[in-house]
């Protein structure tokens, strides 16, 4: 043991005499041995004062050197080196498994809106506008991260389990909510979809996330990679429910089941979710230093701009089917399904090998070909076509998602602060996810699809350009380097 640490033992141990001596009796010699001993000289003790000691604020008392002393422990033991991830194992993969259920019932849920945004535009709410519907959707998306700032906090400060019921108790109220009425009007579904599950979602994504992210190093990329299949998954059955029971038993009795479908996901994930680090109680709810690293903020702004267009494609994938194509709506909803699906493999098999050369080179190639693809969209004019298209921006559109966590991770000195550093990204994405899809409708309203199109490819492309740059502060233009 170090000699700082010597020191440190020493007088916390006097602390402790100290007061089980006061419980006991005042013994008036305690305190003149504290005395002697802070009075000595730090060479006579054995070792040399440090530069961040000898900025402490000298007290000549015995007291005062205690709690300088007794807290500059405390602080050791803050920044102290965490405990490593077991990176495997039965519990450790217990998270990634009730991770899963998180997501499926939060993103999985938000990413089958298009089937929703067809099914108001077509029948429910005929006479509002596309873009005006598409807000409900957003709203729910950007509740969904924006107050991940927060949460992602309250899981680093060890109020996990809180939060979770939180959030749970939010998004299953919006999901029976929807079921008050048989023909529900615009503002009922903007209050119980958008808002209540969105901010359900918002308050459970972001800390189960960062909580998995803790549990693994090595083998990071594959855990979260298999935690955001969950999206797919959702995305896929959501979407078979809302085509195959609105038919038969109405909206109504369709929102109830939903909402027992996420209600035992929901269960499950709660029984099984551990939190493993140590809570950091003190601290900034926002880690505004962060913003002042370039690799950080290039990061944040490519995902704000990836976010504006993949929502876009997302909530209007089946309506451009529908409208441009004049394909029916069972067979449009086929398209919500096929973009969800088609990524579960490139959710896998990309985390995997962004454990070998990192999930910043990763994400950056997945942005490439993700703009290269939205690029393409203008140039499909059938419906063979548009499946083809749907299914390989799927693989795309997974591979670039399933990354994003771990990306943070990587760029993150502390383990301890990913938790707010993610929900910090996902707030400034937050608000491409909010304005995206209404600009991008607005944009299609005014100049056509094919500007609309234009439009996600160009914000695409600037998002893969902040990569390379968040790659350039990172590793510079060495391409070996794993980063």
Known sequence: MSAPSEKQVDLTGSSVSTTMSDDKHDSPDQGEILRQKSAQPDAARGRSTSPAEEEEVEDDTALG????????????????????????GLQAWTQVAAGWLVLFSTWGWLNSFGAFQSYYTTTLLPDVSPSAISWIGSLQACLTTCI????????????????????????????????????????????????????????LFTPSIAL??????????????????????????????????????????????????????????????????????????LELAAFKEGVYVS???????????????????????IQ???????????LVMIINGAGIPARIVVPLLSDRVGPLNMITLSMICLAVIIACWAAVSSISGLFAFTAVLGVASGAFQS?????????????????TRLGMAF????FASLTGPPIGGAIQATGGITAAQVWAALSAVAAAGLLLTSRWFRAGWVWRVAC
């Not at 529900?184 to 308050?203: A, D, F, N, R, S």
């Not at 994003?404 to 938790?419: C, F, N, Q």
């Open 148 to 203: 991940g700032a927060f949460t992602g906090r309250l899981l680093d400060a060890g109020f996990f389990r809180a939060t979770f019921a939180t959030g749970v108790a939010f998004q299953l109220t919006g999901l029976f909510a929807m079921s008050a009425a048989a023909a529900p009007k615009y503002w009922h579904l903007m209050v119980t979809q958008g808002l209540l599950t969105g901010l359900g979602g918002g308050i």
């Open 212 to 285: 998995v992210a803790t549990w693994f190093s090595s083998r990071r990329g594959l855990a979260i990679g298999l935690v955001t299949t969950g999206n797919s998954a959702g995305g896929i059955i959501y979407p078979v429910i809302v085509r195959e029971l609105i038919p038969r038993i109405g909206f109504q009795w369709t929102a109830r089941v939903l909402g027992f479908v996420n209600l035992t996901c929901f269960s499950i994930a709660f029984a099984l979710l551990r939190s493993r680090l140590p809570p950091r109680r003190s601290g900034p709810i």
């Open 427 to 430: 707030s400034v994405a937050s």
């Open 299 to 321: 990061y944040v702004f490519a995902l704000f701009l990836f976010t504006w267009a993949n929502y876009y494609v997302f909530y209007y994938i089946a309506s451009f089917g």
């Open 324 to 334: 441009q194509l004049g394909m029916p709506y069972a067979k449009a909803a086929l």
């Open 403 to 419: 990354l994003m966590p771990t990306t943070v991770a990587s760029i993150t000195k502390r383990l301890d602060t990913v938790g």
């Open 65 to 88: 050197r205690l709690a300088t002393a007794t807290s500059t422990l405390a602080r050791g033991r803050s920044n102290s080196v965490l405990p490593p991830p077991p990176d495997g």
